[in-house]
């Protein structure tokens, strides 16, 4: 950040009082650790940075940051391989967002040790996305946007919640692949999503978040309905394993919205709860 003194600046550019007025007050305004070169290092943390008014300011991403459609324009640092330490330092950053749950801590460690700060971002509710939000906004040349942003997903969730409470929730279970078969611990991001839609997750109880499990513990369980991210093709799959023992509903949610941790998790949780709510009454009354 550039240091300079107010005055100097005035008498410099010879502006009129109104003006000199103007300019000050966009000054004072501005966020104080306000962030010039970003870099991204998760798809989350990339559509979190464009929400809190900080697209214009990322220098690079990680693979797989394709929203907003900008995002692909950018050069890629990071992926399922590990973070390009030599380039991030070549590229001179003076913020990094990094996702704890994603990214490996060793590269991390190196770049904090050159004095880049880091944000880490590692949300487990919707909550967490919004409190996210409002702290990037201080650096962000828009912190307007960025707190409006997280003032709007805690409101939209609080209508979710309301409008779709039930008084039986349904028994859902949180599918990811098939062999091994895994699932979800009451604590993700992603069970919060069935909880507003009126669902009730069958392996919210579980110490790991992520916990493989059988096709007993998922059948002794009793699901209502069954919930995995993909499209129709990925749930013809998982219908056909299943059956004949389970023969249940079986819901598809847009995998980027429901995966990242990010703002779109909303639109999952809306795709979700429309869905939930056409499920026939016949599926709500096998308690």
């Known amino acids: 950040m550039?240091?300079?003194?107010?005055?100097?600046?005035?008498?410099?550019?010879?502006?009129?009082?109104?003006?000199a007025v103007l300019l000050l007050l966009g000054l004072f305004n501005s966020p104080a650790l306000a962030a010039e070169r970003v870099i991204s290092l998760s798809p989350s943390t990339t559509e979190m940075a464009y929400a809190a008014g900080l697209g214009d300011k990322l220098v690079a991403v990680s693979a797989y940051s394709d929203y907003p459609e900008a995002a692909k324009k950018l050069e890629h640092v990071a992926s399922w391989q590990g973070v390009n330490v030599e380039r991030i330092l070549a590229l001179k950053p003076d913020l990094i967002l990094a996702w704890r749950g994603g990214n490996p801590q060793r590269p991390l460690d190196q770049l904090a040790s050159f004095g880049i700060p880091i944000?880490?971002?590692?949300?487990?509710?919707i909550d967490q996305i919004a409190d996210d939000l409002d702290k990037l906004a201080q650096y962000s040349p828009y912190p307007e946007q960025a707190h409006q942003s997280a003032q709007q997903l805690r409101q939209e969730v609080r209508e979710l919640r309301s409008h779709n409470a039930r008084s039986q929730p349904l028994?859902?279970?949180?599918?990811?692949?098939?062999?091994?078969?895994?699932?979800?611990s009451g604590h993700t991001l992603q069970s919060e999503v069935i909880s507003l839609c009126g669902g009730e997750n069958i392996f919210a109880g579980s110490r790991v978040p992520w916990p493989q499990v059988s096709r007993e513990q998922v059948m002794i369980r009793q699901p209502?309905?069954?919930?995995?991210?993909?499209?129709?093709?990925?749930?013809?799959?998982?219908?056909?394993?299943?059956?004949?023992?389970?023969?249940v509903p079986i819901i598809t949610l847009n995998e980027d919205w429901f995966n990242r941790a990010g703002p779109r998790i909303l639109l999952a949780a809306k795709q979700l709860c429309q869905q939930m709510a056409s499920l026939p009454s016949s599926v709500a009354e096998s308690h």
């Open 2 to 19: 550039v240091r300079f003194n107010i005055i100097s600046l005035l008498r410099a550019t010879l502006i009129q009082p109104q003006s």
């Open 119 to 125: 944000f880490y971002s590692d949300p487990v509710n």
């Open 171 to 184: 028994r859902t279970f949180l599918q990811f692949g098939t062999q091994p078969l895994f699932t979800s």
């Open 224 to 247: 209502q309905v069954i919930v995995v991210s993909g499209d129709k093709s990925q749930a013809d799959n998982i219908s056909a394993f299943w059956r004949p023992q389970l023969a």
